[in-house]
């Protein structure tokens, strides 16, 4: 082994094997941030930035003191976290003594094989949004926004290669850790012989479950996407993987008293589960990755989330409007969008061949993965409505609500922003780059392009499988007028 590599120890490993650029959104990560005001308690926010999900996915003492390359730097900080477009926050005593970015959540798991103290993600690490006016602005954040800065897949495999290392060893990290803590004799001797081999082990053993997003035939799923239904696949029913490949946008989880399950209204992109309730738990189970240790707790944070997620309005756009033109455009949108995206369409699945969007998501699930995830939750003894038990066939039609802050657009991120998707497919712009978040008023969306975004973001190739930009033509024919205040008004939604 190269021995300056050696040298930089544990921490180091972990900086070179992800390879990672830094980023631009390091400078606003010491910003002072501003809270855009969503008629909710700070009690309540701090609550979802923070609450503990019980999810596991490393020992708390090795995250805490883990180092990035050669540097000082904890693998934890502000800069090393937007690496992954995680937002940070400051140190509250209450709820976030460590300072953990925004969803990253210290766990006490009172039982099995996760007891003790461990760091997991909980929803808000997907489901909380940022923007800037400008790149020298600090962040506005958005509680239960598109998380489209995330990098899920990247942090995954972060994680895996860095235990895939040889140099993830005792040696190495001891003398990391006893850098940083004062650990006694007792301490040190739990950790050389338990604490790491067994996080190694942890982490090893998510690189099988994690196979698929190592494929080299597929597609990075990029920032602000997950593959949710094989996810669920892989992970909850654990069927072989197969070679379906459906990453989708991280939606926002506003307002969601809009859907109305008894009008047949579905959630999730594909209108695959039945109603808001089913999908937290089905969410929460996922991320927990295993039965819930007390459920009526569970169920109680379920219900917790709900009464939260219900209550929770759209945030209103932010910018100077010009109320003319949106009277204009209004008139517009009754006539062109109002039938499907105000009407008894609005929230419930249409045919794919109404819409034309790319297929691959649909693929993704099926009506027996439908079953055994409905059978696996009801053997926990948790009663819901649950996944629709169909083959998939169709889009939701999704409610617009706050709709100016939900760019990259339709179900897979392919639209970059409001005025592409008014753009005929073939011509709307190819490729672009997701996951910055300074925000373009304009053409309504994150600005795509330009050193910047290039240098923050992840490229997305609408050519490439699973991120296709087909289809939805609708208002793509409209004068240049029209669109301009069509656009106006989608902004007040
Ligand atoms: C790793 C990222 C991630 C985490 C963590 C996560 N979600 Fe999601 N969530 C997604 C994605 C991606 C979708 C869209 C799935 C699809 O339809 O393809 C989604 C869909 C949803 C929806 C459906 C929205 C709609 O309008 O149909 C709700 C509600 C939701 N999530 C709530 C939650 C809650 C509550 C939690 C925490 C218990 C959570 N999610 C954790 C990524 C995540
Ligand atoms: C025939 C029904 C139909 C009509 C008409 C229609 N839409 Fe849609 N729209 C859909 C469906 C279905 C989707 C989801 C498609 C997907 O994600 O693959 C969608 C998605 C969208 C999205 C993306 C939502 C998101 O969160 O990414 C926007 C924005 C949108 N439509 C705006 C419009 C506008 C503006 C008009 C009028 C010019 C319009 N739609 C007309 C059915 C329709």
């Known amino acids: 082994m190269n021995s300056a590599i050696q040298k930089l120890g544990i921490g180091s490993l972990l900086a070179l094997s992800a390879a990672m650029p830094a980023s631009a959104q390091q400078q606003a990560a010491a910003q002072p941030v501003t809270l855009l005001d969503q008629a909710w308690s700070q009690e309540d926010r701090e609550w979802y930035y923070n609450f503990s999900q019980g999810s596991a996915i490393i020992w708390y003492d090795v995250f805490l003191n883990l180092e990035v390359a050669g540097s000082e730097e904890l693998f934890r900080s502000d800069a090393n976290s937007v690496r992954f477009g995680l937002i940070p926050q400051a140190a509250n005593p209450r709820t976030n003594p460590d300072a953990f970015p925004v969803g990253v959540t210290k766990n006490v798991v009172t039982e099995g094989r996760w007891k003790g103290e461990t760091v997991g993600p909980n929803c808000a690490v997907c489901h909380t949004a940022t923007y800037r006016s400008s790149s020298d602005e600090a962040p506005v954040f958005i509680t239960a926004g598109n998380g489209h800065t995330t990098n899920v897949e990247a942090f995954f495999r972060y994680l895996v290669d860095c235990a ?76 072989p993987m197969d070679d379906t490949f459906g990453p989708t946008d991280m939606p926002s989880i506003w307002n969601l008293k809009k859907y109305n399950h008894e009008k047949n209204m579905r959630m999730n992109w594909a209108g695959d589960s039945h109603d808001a309730r089913s999908v937290i738990i089905d969410s929460a189970l996922g991320l927990l990755g295993a039965p819930p240790h007390d459920k009526d707790e569970f169920l109680a944070q379920v219900d917790w989330l709900y009464d939260y997620l219900t209550r929770k309005p759209a945030p209103k756009y932010p910018f100077p409007i010009d109320k003319v033109r949106v009277a204009a455009g209004e008139v517009v949108f009754d006539r062109t969008c109002a039938g499907c995206h105000a009407s008894d369409k609005t929230g419930t699945r249409i045919p794919l061949a109404e819409v034309g969007t790319e297929k691959d ?123 301009d205040t069509l656009i106006e008004y989608l902004k007040t939604l």
């Open 164 to 239: 895939r290392d040889p140099r993830f060893n005792a040696d190495n990290l001891m003398r990391e850790i006893n850098l940083v803590t004062d650990l006694s004799w007792f301490d040190r001797l739990s950790y050389r012989f338990l604490i790491i081999p067994i996080t190694k082990k942890r982490l090893l053993e998510r690189e099988a479950q994690f196979k698929w997003v190592y494929r080299k035939d597929f597609p990075d799923w990029g920032r602000g996407r997950d593959d949710a239904m094989n996810l669920t696949k892989y992970f909850m029913i654990k069927v």
């Open 361 to 483: 998501r649909l693929d993704s699930w099926n009506k027996q993965a439908a079953i055994e995830a409905n059978r696996i939750v009801k053997e926990m003894g948790i009663e819901r409505p649950g996944l629709v038990e169909e083959d998939l066939n169709g889009y939701d039609v999704p409610f617009l609500d706050g709709i100016w802050l939900r760019a990259p657009y339709l179900h897979n991120g392919s639209v970059p922003t409001l005025r592409d998707l008014l753009t005929p497919p073939g011509e709307r712009t190819k490729v672009f780059w997701r996951g910055y978040d300074v925000y373009d008023p304009v053409n309504v969306g994150f600005v795509m392009e330009g050193a910047e975004a290039e240098r923050v973001g992840t490229k997305h190739d609408t050519a490439l499988r699973g991120g296709r930009n087909m289809g939805h033509v609708f208002g793509t024919n409209l004068s240049a007028e029209d669109k």
